[in-house]
Nanobody
Framework: QLQVVESGGGLVQSGGSLRLSCAASGFTLHYYAIGWFRQAPGKGREGVSC????????HYADSVKGRFTISRDNAKNTVYLQMNSLKPEDTAVYYCAADLDCSGYLPQGTEFDYWGQGTQVTVSS
């Protein structure tokens, strides 16, 4: 069964940091582009970041550029999202998902597959 599991969320104060993990089972992550997405209460899903399969290039939404870093550990079959300088508006459930490339991660990754259950990130002011 192909699936991903997100972890690493939690409650943090504004300005703090968290590192999210996206672990895959049933498939090899580095053959796919992996995107991170989030959905805040009452809002639609939005793309946050993506790492491509072909060359490992990284992409970020303007709202997180300079604060978030996406990376991949092929040996652990895991993709990470390091989130620094967190703001209350980053509060959301964060999801990862896979696609052939990163071209569709914005605005909301409609073509992405293998969605996990998500991990809650709450940033207090």
């Amino acid at each position: 069964q192909l699936q991903v599991v997100e972890s690493g969320g939690g409650l943090v104060q504004s300005g703090g940091s968290l590192r999210l993990s996206c672990a895959a089972s049933g498939f090899t992550l580095h053959y796919y582009a992996i995107g991170w997405f989030r959905q805040a209460p009452g809002k639609g899903r939005e793309g946050v970041s993506c790492i491509s399969a072909s060359d490992g290039s990284t992409h970020y939404a303007d709202s997180v550029k300079g604060r978030f870093t996406i990376s991949r550990d092929n040996a652990k079959n895991t993709v990470y999202l390091q989130m620094n300088s967190l703001k209350p508006e980053d509060t959301a459930v964060y999801y990862c998902a896979a696609d052939l490339d990163c071209s569709g991660y914005l605005p909301q990754g409609t073509e992405f597959d293998y969605w996990g259950q998500g991990t809650q990130v709450t940033v207090s002011s």
